[in-house]
């Protein structure tokens, strides 16, 4: 019993990895995908309604939105990826670092971590990016100074759990240096809670950048890029529905399918963690 519910999980990984996959490959060829210039307007054809010509309708400049979508996807997607392998690394270096060595160092990093994670993220994130100014650039760094602190003290505890083990004694023993102990004897113990977290945290950080960009703090026009789509087409959820509707589904989709292969993946690497959470 247990063996075929471990085949299904491995079996609905790799669907979920297909699809992800998938939307990946049209993100990063989405300048060769595009049916219609995503830039390019005519206003002849403002707020035209979903048809067999423009699937999904045009905006009120008369731009695809189907075109716009696509190429949404690369700025939203990629953006969002870039974030999390960017946190993930700079927070589990700090972790393991602190975790490692302790002392007075541990103690003012881990205090300016709490600096971090005792204001609200995004309200943190909006202030940041107000200071900074707006461009996808700046909301990137707004949100990878308040997402950070997770990742560091994820790989804290974990090293300080490690560090005093028996095979950490017996690689100090045989001359290894304190690098080689962290990169080759620690690292590989932890990778797999870390890289967990991560792909957990790509779905949040889709809406979380299309947040910010929806509040005018992110990606600006006419980038395509699905939060500042939504942001400008909010006045007309009443009288071109679609307008909004087909960056919204989008995002949607895209972050549901994140999140299930999050889910899957922790189901995978971690069935412990399934059983307590079951």
Known sequence: MQKQVRNNTKLKLIVLFIFVLGLLIVAALASYLVPYDPYEQDLNNALQPPDRVHILGTDRYGRDLLSRVIMGAQTTIYSALFLVAFITVIGTAIGMVCGYYGGILDSVVMRIADIFLAFPGMVFAIAVAG???????NAI?????ISW??????SRSQVIMMKNMDYIAA????????????IRHILPNIIGSVLITAVLDIGTM??????????????AS?????????SNGRSM???????????????FITVVLFNLLGDTVRDVLDPKQKKVNG
Do not use: Y
């Open 131 to 137: 200071v900074t100014g707006g461009g996808i650039l």
């Open 141 to 145: 760094i707004a949100l990878a100074c």
């Open 149 to 154: 602190p997770k990742f560091a003290r994820l």
């Open 171 to 182: 690689a100090r023993l045989a001359g290894s240096s304190t690098g080689a102990i962290m």
């Open 206 to 219: 889709i809406m979380e950048l299309a947040g910010l960009s929806f509040l005018g703090l992110g990606a």
């Open 222 to 230: 006419p980038t395509a890029e699905w939060g500042s789509m939504m």
């Open 237 to 251: 959820i009443q009288t071109a529905p679609w307008v909004i509707l087909a960056p919204g589904a989008a995002i």
